[in-house]
């Protein structure tokens, strides 16, 4: 089967939300390859985009919506504009530890509560050292199929007010329900449930953050440059970029927002939530699979890991060159013995349902 | 006339070359939105655009490729990684004086030797500070129009050779025919010459900035994260990249790379000084027209400015109203009084002789 009748099923980059190539093919009619990122076309399809998120993800206007090369990038650029000293890091897996990692990396006093690979945090067993400025949560840990529950991060904000709390939300946006009353700032890449190609960093953030960055500058810090978030912010204030950024994919986000928001967010958490349990049910009754996070409440629905009595490799290749049907590898050290399988948007109950009986054969 | 028909002589974002939009069709045909940056099929994709940018620009397998969000970024990660203190800057236009700005920003010692908008450098008129480590040229200053030729370049670097030497090329790459064995390091972005939509910077470094990055990091210095030059450098080694980077427009960059080298590099540059003296020659005769760089060794042959004896604004407005083709407003505070004309790959003798004699009307 050739690959471009695959259907991916892969955590990121995943399979292309169903709209988005007209969207492509669109913006290239309108020679958005072309504009000025200085020009009025520019500034309302990047206010175009914003609303469409905040409508989406029930993001208040306290929060500005700024765009960055990557989720990566927001890692660093988060530590460097609102890190004075201390970050505080849940890790529970290769990317909240590559986070923790970061902050190392800028000379920053970088805390750490780990816990194992397929375990998740609740808030009432964290500790929050005194001096943290920053508690970095990650929504859905894209390794090992582990999510921390909104609620959680809530309640985590309400015990320590007077932190800045940051949620990775790479593989969870739109699915988590965020309380942005309750979370200073939040960041994903578009290249997972967006369902687009990569290329784009969508970076959440409040006014308290903006004014810690500032402070932090006057206090002689470097926070960056073009990106540091008094930059990014007060450009975003006239809906512009401090850089040529990637109009195109800030286009089609706001389209597929758009696509999602006439769906409806409750329609889609619904829907990835059935999903989930479909594939959850299937790996419960399997005898060729277990569900590899043990703790139900801390079991992502974004991302779901499920353990392999076979070679997942050998299972991954067959399924591909049989089915046209490509699920993700167990990440580093859990590549023969887990696949990792998407749940996002792009994918229906029916490609799931097919995907499950191919499964059991 | 609707706007897809417009032809674009603006100096970035630009025309798009002609063939991008159908690479990027293919792009999506092949599913590069949904593929794995630790795919084979993604080191594969980086190698060919490897390969075709070496054979257009003459780089030398001394000299890295590596990939950021923008240029911009670029600015911001040389000064990071290759100076430890001290950075030299010809300053003689917004971006030169942007570039500038950031190693202040980053609390580098930055020295500058300023000129007016409009003029140029050469070598025998600079002298630079004893304990600069880095020095910036502009190989075209996109704002003025001003170019420094490729010699001058190497006749600094000859006279300074325990500094390094970068080059922005932003607007004239792959015009500028540098000497690698003279340049330490170039950079550029796909929105200008190579006629893609924005989203990607080039960087080119050799490995003396490498080993320079690694000594800034071990005597406690911060060179970044994911995007400092020894993290960008090992994951290029295998043709990888530290984070999920703009997958397609990598595949599109090597495409349109490719392009450009069937019909081969000398003729691009021909080609380039043809438009250039058609664009040249008519404001030297016209009595509407100036030309804004007065030392012809100064005029850049990828950005042609002229000074307007009418207001810039309405004849940029009539000219795209009446044709469909679409100039640069002048930058800045030159906003009313010049035009700014792209002469890029893109746009071909034709289309410059029919802005010609829409200019003349």
């Known amino acids: 089967m050739s690959q471009h009748n695959s259907i991916f099923f892969t955590p990121g980059p995943a399979a292309l939300f169903p709209t988005v190539e007209d969207h492509y093919r669109e913006a290239f009619r309108q020679n958005l390859g072309s504009i000025s990122h200085r020009s009025s076309t520019f500034r309302k399809i990047y206010q175009h985009t914003v609303e469409q998120l905040r409508e989406l993800l029930n993001i208040p206007t306290s929060h500005a919506i700024l765009f960055t090369g990557s989720a990566t990038e927001i890692w660093e650029r988060?530590?460097?504009?609102?890190?004075?000293?201390?970050?505080?890091?849940?890790?529970?897996?290769?990317?909240?530890?590559?986070?923790?990692?970061?902050?190392?990396?800028?000379?920053?006093?970088?805390?750490?509560?780990?816990?194992?690979?397929?375990?998740?945090?609740?808030?009432?067993?964290?500790?929050?050292?005194?001096?943290?400025?920053?508690?970095?949560?990650?929504?859905?840990?894209?390794?090992?199929?582990?999510?921390?529950?909104?609620?959680?991060?809530?309640?985590?904000?309400?015990?320590?007010?007077?932190?800045?709390?940051?949620?990775?939300?790479?593989?969870?946006?739109?699915?988590?329900?965020?309380?942005?009353?309750?979370?200073?700032?939040?960041?994903?890449?578009?290249?997972?449930?967006?369902?687009?190609?990569?290329?784009?960093?969508?970076?959440?953030?409040?006014?308290?953050?903006?004014?810690?960055?500032?402070?932090?500058?006057?206090?002689?810090?470097?926070?960056?440059?073009?990106?540091?978030?008094?930059?990014?912010?007060?450009?975003?204030?006239?809906?512009?970029?401090?850089?040529?950024?990637?109009?195109?994919?800030?286009?089609?986000?706001?389209?597929?927002a758009e696509d999602l928001n006439k769906i409806g967010i409750e329609n889609i958490r619904k829907d990835t939530d059935k999903k989930a349990s479909m594939l959850y049910d299937f790996a419960k009754k399997s005898d060729q699979f277990d569900i590899f996070v043990e703790n139900e409440s801390h079991r992502s629905a974004t991302v779901v890991v499920l353990n392999c009595k076979d070679l997942a490799g050998e299972l991954i290749d067959r399924l591909k060159n049989q089915t046209g049907m490509v699920v993700g590898a167990g990440y580093g050290k859990m590549k023969e013995t887990q696949i990792r399988i998407a749940n996002f948007p792009a994918v229906d109950v029916n490609q799931v349902q097919t995907l499950i009986d191919n499964l059991k054969k």
Chains 1, 2 share one sequence.
């Open 78 to 256: 988060v530590l460097m504009n609102t890190v004075e000293h201390e970050s505080f890091h849940l890790v529970n897996g290769s990317f909240s530890k590559k986070f923790f990692e970061f902050s190392k990396e800028l000379h920053k006093f970088a805390n750490a509560f780990q816990k194992p690979f397929g375990e998740g945090f609740d808030a009432s067993e964290i500790t929050v050292p005194e001096y943290a400025e920053l508690i970095c949560c990650t929504a859905n840990e894209t390794s090992s199929g582990v999510q921390m529950r909104a609620s959680e991060i809530h309640k985590l904000k309400k015990a320590n007010k007077n932190k800045f709390v940051i949620v990775d939300m790479v593989s969870s946006a739109p699915y988590t329900n965020l309380d942005y009353s309750l979370v200073d700032s939040a960041m994903f890449s578009v290249q997972k449930a967006f369902g687009m190609p990569a290329g784009l960093g969508v970076w959440i953030a409040n006014e308290a953050m903006l004014t810690k960055s500032e402070q932090i500058k006057k206090n002689e810090g470097i926070v960056g440059t073009y990106h540091s978030l008094p930059s990014l912010w007060e450009n975003y204030l006239s809906y512009e970029t401090p850089e040529t950024p990637n109009v195109m994919a800030i286009y089609v986000l706001g389209k597929v």
